[in-house]
């Protein structure tokens, strides 16, 4: 059973960085598309950023491209989100989310009911 866990989440000025990690374990990381998802309140999920199961692709929506960086490290199970730039708009609680398999050098808009896995959350808060 893939099990995922985020870390990083904290309070941050309008303007300053965070970057958020995801710890995987339970299989070969190399095998999954990651996805990045946030909500908020009252809200549906948001797919903010993929990377395929090379790391080669990568995708973000409109809401966060040219701040946000995706990244993974396979051999170490790990997968980044390295956030600039940030706004109070992007207050949020950040997913990250795995799903079997995958194009080798790219991966589609991220869609929250194609991911099977999901970790349990980091709070992200922006504001002054």
């Known amino acids: 059973q893939l099990q995922l866990v985020e870390s990083g989440g904290d309070l941050v000025q309008p303007g300053g960085s965070l970057r958020l990690s995801c710890a995987v374990s339970g299989a070969d990381l190399y095998l999954y598309t990651i996805g990045w998802f946030r909500q908020t309140p009252g809200k549906e999920r948001e797919g903010i950023s993929c990377?395929?199961?090379?790391?080669?692709?990568?995708k973000y929506a409109a809401s966060v491209q040219g701040r946000f960086t995706i990244a993974r490290d396979n051999a170490n199970s790990m997968v980044y989100l390295q956030m600039n730039s940030l706004k109070p708009e992007d207050t949020a609680v950040y997913y990250c989310?795995?799903?079997?398999?995958?194009?080798?050098?790219?991966?589609?808009?991220?869609?929250?009911?194609?991911?099977?896995?999901w970790g349990q959350g980091t709070q992200v808060s922006v504001s002054s």
């Open positions: 990377i395929s199961t090379s790391g080669v692709g990568t």
């Open positions: 989310a795995a799903k079997y398999g995958g194009p080798f050098d790219s991966c589609p808009d991220p869609r929250s009911w194609e991911y099977d896995y």
